[in-house]
């Protein structure tokens, strides 16, 4: 929840997002290394569209158990979407635990078929006959729905870490699809499938400094002395970073950055904020 507070420096790829989706494509993938702050924009996209009256259904996936899988992620978009995957008759179906497009798991014979089971038992739709049903419900979607897939590069792999089986259909007309990724293999995947990407990169000085100070005054700590910024915000930096020496120093007392702005002209940044986080 933290995360949707603090979107310092990160208007500009906030407004380009919402802008692809706007239009008349099926959706957008926001891309960039492991915490630069792709589920930050993200949340922020769901968030604006939210409060323009957009309907939205948003899995982060990993966030708990049941939610790694392309079936389970599916699963939990689809009752958001207020529908739930079919049952069917386990005698002939597919296994629930099969996500991948060709072959089968467990007790599957070659074709993907489920031998046995009791008389009127069911199992929830699976395999190939899912993905074209998630298909057929996101057609089905006003265009000013928003389905967020946010982490799709923590599913589970399938046949490779382009797996984008999820996705695997995105149409025109229906739902818009957001996700986030670091995965370059799964942006390429998509935007095979018409899906562009945008890229989110580390902040600038001046959004190193706004993002700052957004994350102290979120904490309800002190706000950071001038000097502290500045040395933060000498170089490109990542959210996480951010975030995270954010929190750290907000244990601080005040005079232990009284010598923080020296400290960085004598030894550098990296020696500045080292001095401050080591202090006794």
């Given at each position: 929840?933290?995360?949707?507070?603090?979107?310092?420096?990160?208007?500009?790829?906030?407004?380009?997002?919402?802008?692809?989706?706007?239009?008349?494509?099926?959706?957008?993938?926001?891309?960039?290394?492991?915490?630069?702050?792709?589920?930050?924009?993200?949340?922020?996209?769901?968030?604006?569209?939210?409060?323009?009256?957009?309907?939205?259904?948003?899995?982060?996936?990993?966030?708990?158990?049941?939610?790694?899988?392309?079936?389970?992620?599916?699963?939990?978009?689809?009752?958001?979407?207020?529908?739930?995957?079919?049952?069917?008759?386990?005698?002939?179906?597919?296994?629930a635990g099969d996500d991948r497009i060709g072959g089968a798991a467990g007790e599957?014979?070659?074709?993907?078929?489920?031998?046995?089971?009791?008389?009127?038992?069911?199992?929830?739709?699976?395999?190939?006959?899912?993905?074209?049903?998630?298909?057929?419900?996101?057609?089905?979607?006003?265009?000013?729905?928003?389905?967020?897939?946010?982490?799709?590069?923590?599913?589970?792999?399938?046949?490779?870490?382009?797996?984008?089986?999820?996705?695997?259909?995105?149409?025109?007309?229906g739902a818009k699809v957001l996700a986030s990724s670091t995965q370059a293999d799964?942006?390429?995947?998509?935007?095979?499938?018409?899906?562009?990407?945008?890229?989110?990169?580390?902040?600038?000085?001046?959004?190193?400094?706004?993002?700052?100070?957004?994350?102290?005054?979120?904490?309800?700590?002190?706000?950071l002395p001038a000097g502290v910024v500045g040395v933060m915000a000498r170089r490109?930096?990542?959210?996480?970073?951010?975030?995270?020496?954010?929190?750290?120093?907000?244990?601080?007392?005040?005079?232990?950055?009284?010598?923080?702005?020296?400290?960085?002209?004598?030894?550098?940044?990296?020696?500045?904020?080292?001095?401050?986080?080591?202090?006794?």
């Open positions: 929840e933290s995360r949707r507070q603090v979107v310092a420096g990160r208007e500009g790829v906030i407004e380009e997002v919402v802008g692809v989706l706007a239009g008349d494509g099926p959706g957008v993938v926001v891309h960039g290394p492991s915490g630069v702050g792709t589920t930050t924009v993200a949340l922020a996209v769901a968030d604006r569209l939210a409060a323009q009256g957009w309907s939205v259904a948003s899995v982060l996936v990993g966030a708990g158990p049941g939610s790694t899988s392309t079936a389970e992620v599916i699963a939990l978009l689809a009752r958001q979407l207020g529908v739930e995957v079919p049952q069917v008759p386990r005698v002939g179906a597919r296994l599957a014979d070659a074709g993907g078929v489920v031998e046995g089971g009791a008389a009127g038992e069911t199992v929830a739709l699976a395999g190939e006959e899912l993905l074209v049903w998630w298909a057929a419900v996101l057609a089905g979607q006003s265009p000013r729905t928003l389905v967020v897939v946010d982490a799709l590069d923590r599913l589970d792999a399938g046949d490779g870490r382009d797996d984008v089986e999820v996705l695997r259909s995105v149409p025109r007309g799964q942006v390429r995947a998509l935007a095979g499938r018409g899906v562009p990407g945008v890229e989110v990169g580390e902040l600038d000085r001046v959004g190193v400094e706004q993002a700052a100070r957004g994350w102290a005054g979120a904490s309800g700590a002190r706000e490109p930096r990542s959210g996480l970073w951010v975030r995270l020496v954010v929190q750290a120093l907000t244990w601080l007392e005040q005079e232990d950055f009284a010598d923080a702005e020296h400290e960085a002209h004598l030894g550098g940044e990296t020696a500045a904020l080292t001095a401050l986080l080591t202090r006794e």
